[in-house]
């Protein structure tokens, strides 16, 4: 497990992938030190890469021709299996690729295949935390794979990440992941109960929050995300709902695949479809608290307005 200090003085690393994780991600490299090369197809993820000190290519080619560390934001298996296209062609020497996205396992076990031919190692590298957490570097991350790769890549994790635990054989990273994902799931929507039945019933939702947390009925997510419930600040995604499904299907893959029981887990998935039928699809999941409101006939409050500008 690797914490905190890194020694990067101009290291080049690679991040393809700046959406919501990534783009935390590539900030924080930067200030650590490192010379940093991203790539992305949306521009205006390019141009944030750019404000934050790091240096845009115009695609995944052009990123592992500048850098021999990589570390992958993906959003699904077709991106992931493209990049690795690109990353074979640049033709690399000793690359090591460090895959960070919830994806699935015989996803990353094909990619792992596919770059092993051309002497490019892949590490299975999921990150426990949101959004908000990948901003201030409150990431975990499950790394898994060659132990010697891992190891060239210590420093580039300190520069994004507050933990590193080392799970073994690669693919332990995402089983561990889904672990993690599954008391997500019902830790976010365990936060949704509490703070409505106590807000009805009279205390202050902002107290609620501020007491439990610092208490044995608090937990992570009831940290993280009690705040955007009280604010109703769900739209400020730091884990959409849309995203957060392919998660859960993840989730309940494993389960059947392991025949393990879980009802609490089966309870929470009709609350997250819910919240996408209210349209809450491209909100954070804290949006749970909402689903709740409609469940009992509520009318949700308004968001609290924006204060205005001085034209000062």
Not at 44 to 69: D, H, P, R
Not at 102 to 110: F, I, N, V
Not at 281 to 296: I, R
Request: hydrophobic share 45%; aromatic share 4%; net charge positive.
């Amino acid at each position: 497990m690797a914490t905190t200090k890194t020694t990067s003085t101009q290291v080049s690393v690679g991040v393809i992938g700046l959406g919501i994780m990534g783009s935390a991600m590539s900030a924080n490299l930067v200030k650590a030190g490192f010379v940093v090369y991203g790539y992305d197809p949306v521009k205006a993820a390019c141009g944030k890469l750019k404000k934050a000190g790091g240096t845009a290519c115009a695609s995944a080619l052009e990123v592992a021709q500048k850098a021999n560390l990589i570390v992958l934001s993906l959003p699904s298996e077709a991106a992931l299996d493209k990049v690795c296209e690109e990353l074979i062609a640049a033709k690399p020497s000793g690359m090591v690729v460090a895959e960070t996205s919830t994806l699935p396992e015989t996803a990353k076990m094909r990619a792992f295949a596919a770059l092993a031919k051309h002497k490019i190692t892949l590490l299975d590298c999921p990150l426990s935390g949101t959004g908000g957490q990948a901003v201030t570097r409150d990431l975990a991350i499950y790394a898994s794979g060659n132990a010697a790769a891992i190891k060239k890549m210590h420093g580039v994790f300190e520069g994004f990440a507050r933990a590193r635990y080392d799970v073994g054989e690669f693919g332990n990273g995402i089983r561990m992941k889904l672990v993690a994902n599954l008391l997500v799931a019902i830790h976010n929507i365990s936060t949704a109960e509490a703070i409505l039945m106590g807000e009805r019933s009279g205390l202050d939702a902002a107290t609620i929050v501020k007491v439990i947390a610092d208490g044995a009925g608090g937990s992570r997510m009831f940290q993280v995300r009690g705040p955007l419930m009280v604010d109703r600040s769900w739209g400020e995604a730091t884990m959409k709902v849309s995203t957060w499904q392919k998660d859960m299907k993840l989730i309940n893959d494993m389960l059947t695949a392991t025949d393990t029981p879980a009802p609490l887990f089966a309870t929470c998935m009709p609350i997250y479809n819910a919240a996408m039928g209210l349209g809450h699809g491209a909100d954070d999941t804290a949006s749970v608290y909402s689903v709740l409101e409609h469940m009992m006939g509520r009318k949700p409050k308004a968001k609290p307005k924006a204060k205005a500008k001085s034209k000062k």
